[in-house]
């Protein structure tokens, strides 16, 4: 079956702009997480969602949100993007059935340069 | 809180030597310990997973992970390592849905 399908993979933007990341987790997953990926922070949890409810959210400014549709996709959305926002975000899927089932699986990332 | 540590940022080691890299968790109740891996330009891929039982949990690719309640640790092992083995490795602890990563190990297997 198909895995967790982040678009698009690479995005540059400009300071100041916003930005929406997709993810389509896999098919009848209906927990979806996001994290952000940088060299000097790591991997951070920034919120996950389960059947359209957000149910955890990270330590991240108001800028980062997201939400999630009725099929169990996400997106995330970054507003007045600062120098420090340029990162690998990665989308994870899983059941959400904690902690029956805990396996979460994520797809490659989208890479995101802020100049 | 829950977090994990992992204290070395690189091991090196040798092909067909064994390979340890290290992981202590701090964890409030059950502690749900996990294994990931990540490839250059590529997403975490599921290597092994602690929830309760046995204290050795194989995984993946032949690795496996011993959890040590007492050590509060979760240290990743393999019998024999490969240069296919390189590659950035994670430690987490999950809490519903949320993953609490360490800051990753570096590992260089050396033909």
Not at chain 1, 62 to 89: H, I, K, P
Not at chain 2, 44 to 51: D, G, S, T
Not at chain 2, 100 to 105: I, P
């Amino acid at each position: 079956k198909a895995g967790v399908t982040q678009t698009p993979r690479y995005l540059i933007k400009t300071r100041g702009q916003q930005v929406t990341l997709s993810c389509s987790p896999i098919s009848g997953h209906r927990s979806v997480s996001w994290y952000q990926q940088t060299p000097g922070q790591g991997l951070q949890f920034l919120f996950e969602y389960f059947s359209e409810t957000q149910r955890n959210k990270g330590n991240f400014p108001g800028r980062f949100s997201g939400r999630q549709f009725s099929n169990s996709r996400s997106e995330m959305n970054v507003s007045t993007l600062e120098l420090g926002d340029s990162a690998l975000y990665l989308c994870a899927s899983s059941l959400g059935l904690w902690p029956l089932n805990t396996e979460a699986f994520f797809g490659q990332g989208t890479r995101l340069t802020v100049v | 809180a829950q977090s994990v540590a992992q204290p070395e940022d690189q091991v090196n080691v040798a092909e067909g030597n064994p390979l340890t890299v290290k992981c202590t968790y701090s964890v409030s109740g059950n502690p749900y310990l996990f294994w990931y891996v990540q490839y250059p330009n590529r997403g975490l891929q599921f290597l092994l997973k602690y929830i309760t039982g046995d204290n050795l949990v194989k995984g993946s690719y032949g690795f496996e992970a011993e959890f040590n309640k007492s050590q509060t640790s979760f240290h990743l092992k393999k019998p024999s390592a490969l240069v296919s083995d390189s590659a950035l490795y994670f430690c987490a602890v999950g809490d519903f849905n949320k993953f609490y990563f360490g800051s990753g190990t570096k590992l260089n297997v050396k033909p």
